[in-house]
């Protein structure tokens, strides 16, 4: 049910104004409000299919969309008292989709491998929307953030298309489709968290014999 209202609210958008559409959706879904992406960028997949839309400007404004979005969040984060924004989490995060376990995991991750979360985030379903927040609380570098939000964006933007494109006015059954490759996309982050930590190892013996 849920699905479907936000289905036929994304289509009358994007259908009225196109590219910018798809952008705002985009910017809404990484600054904390819960429209998700894979109902924006299959949808934009759809019409790409039926030429309406170009592959690769949609996934643009996809991409483009959720690094404003984040940088929103990020913004909120430096201006808001953690203490504070733990306690709106406990007690409202529930009408957005935003759990506080969910915060702590993002928070946690960033702890422990800085601003790469930025990229692999973007793939992981829960996470992707909250990361940015608690990016801000620690302050990490902002041009960085920027780029690999960019990076992992873009890549989570072109596989929703292209799933949209192949499955044509079929788009809806995205909810389904991704249902056994959610596992996958998982270890593929994974895969490349365990690949940036072992490069930073290396990096950090090089300099410890080179003194």
Known sequence: MIFGVVKDFMEGIIGAVGYPGVFFAMVIE?????LPSEVTMTLAGSLASSGQMNVHIAAM????????????????GTVIPEPTLVRFIRKYG???????????????????HGVFVSFFSRLLPGVRTVVSLPAGVARIAIMPFVIWTFIGSL????????????LGSQWEQIEHVFKPFELVIIAIALLVVVW????K???????VVAE
Do not use: D, F, Q
Not at 61 to 76: D, E, F, H, K, T
């Open 196 to 199: 940036y930590v072992w490069k």
């Open 30 to 34: 990484s600054c904390l409000i819960p």
């Open 94 to 112: 529930k009408w957005i989709l935003l759990s506080e376990h969910e915060y702590e995991k993002a928070k946690t991750w960033i702890k422990k």
């Open 61 to 76: 404004m996809g991409g483009l969309g959720n690094v404003v979005g984040s940088l929103i969040a990020y913004w909120l």
């Open 201 to 207: 190892v290396r990096e950090g013996r090089a300099e």
């Open 155 to 166: 890549l989570w933007s072109y596989i929703l298309v292209y799933a949209g494109y192949v």
